[in-house]
């Protein structure tokens, strides 16, 4: 599937047919029922947006297959909660961690996918040409963007006090939010590093008349 410039219609369907399977398992006996809202909302959100702008702004097959990932790892997070995944315990026994870092694959993801989500937005709208100053605007975005997110996270903390600890998985970090917005700029700038190329290999045959 990814070595097409955007996947088939069928390709698709069935993509939302699978994520639709594993967001009602995952919604199926969550841990915390209001944590799982607040984890997979983005979902709820990234999902209708994409089947509207389906025909008239169709992304490349890699930008897809990253925000399915992407929503795995989300809806994952939401039905253990970020501390709880069992992924992550694993994780810190292997590594020799203090807490479980599951947590820090949800924020690295949230700065891989929305790098080249918006890499993909400047060069197709040609709103910037490639180059370095795509790199830094793309960067800047996925800061913006976990900055916002860790303000959510904030508000939600004021909001429902002790409540919030699911959502916030600080697990007594006092650098969580420090942390977090440095794996989401790790995961940006690798993404960058790694699948640029490719990415405008794909976007230059989306973009052939």
């Given at each position: 599937?990814?070595?097409?410039?955007?996947?088939?219609?069928?390709?698709?369907?069935?993509?939302?047919?699978?994520?639709?399977?594993?967001?009602?398992?995952?919604?199926?006996?969550?841990?915390?029922?209001?944590?799982?809202?607040?984890?997979?909302?983005?979902?709820?959100?990234?999902?209708?947006?994409?089947?509207?702008?389906?025909?008239?702004?169709?992304?490349?097959?890699?930008?897809?297959?990253?925000?399915?990932?992407?929503?795995?790892?989300?809806?994952?997070?939401?039905?253990?909660?970020?501390?709880?995944?069992?992924?992550?315990?694993?994780?810190?026994?292997?590594?020799?961690?203090?807490?479980?870092?599951?947590?820090k694959?949800?924020?690295?993801?949230?700065g891989?996918?929305?790098a080249?989500?918006?890499?993909?937005?400047?060069?197709?709208?040609?709103?910037?040409?490639?180059?370095?100053?795509?790199?830094?605007?793309?960067?800047?975005?996925?800061?913006?963007?976990?900055?916002?997110?860790?303000?959510?996270?904030?508000?939600?903390?004021?909001?429902?006090?002790?409540?919030?600890?699911?959502?916030?998985?600080?697990?007594?970090?006092?650098?969580?939010?420090?942390?977090?917005?440095?794996?989401?700029?790790?995961?940006?700038?690798?993404?960058?590093?790694?699948?640029?190329?490719?990415?405008?290999?794909?976007?230059?045959?989306?973009?052939?008349?």
């Amino acid at each position: 599937m990814t070595h097409t410039a955007t996947p088939s219609p069928r390709a698709l369907l069935a993509a939302l047919i699978l994520l639709t399977l594993l967001l009602a398992w995952s919604g199926w006996q969550p841990y915390d029922r209001a944590t799982w809202l607040m984890e997979v909302a983005p979902i709820f959100v990234v999902v209708p947006l994409l089947l509207a702008t389906r025909q008239r702004f169709p992304l490349s097959t890699l930008l897809y297959v990253g925000i399915f990932v992407h929503a795995v790892v989300l809806m994952v997070g939401g039905a253990y909660t970020y501390a709880r995944v069992p992924l992550g315990f694993d994780m810190q026994q292997w590594l020799g961690l203090q807490r479980n870092p599951y947590d820090k694959i949800g924020h690295f993801m949230q700065g891989f996918v929305p790098a080249l989500a918006v890499r993909e937005i400047l060069l197709r709208g040609g709103h910037v040409l490639a180059g370095r100053m795509l790199a830094f605007l793309s960067l800047c975005v996925v800061l913006a963007i976990s900055a916002c997110y860790e303000l959510i996270e904030w508000g939600a903390a004021v909001a429902l006090g002790q409540g919030a600890d699911e959502f916030l998985g600080t697990q007594g970090d006092p650098w969580d939010t420090q942390s977090d917005m440095l794996f989401a700029l790790i995961g940006g700038s690798c993404a960058l590093l790694t699948l640029a190329r490719w990415q405008d290999r794909q976007i230059a045959r989306l973009m052939r008349p």
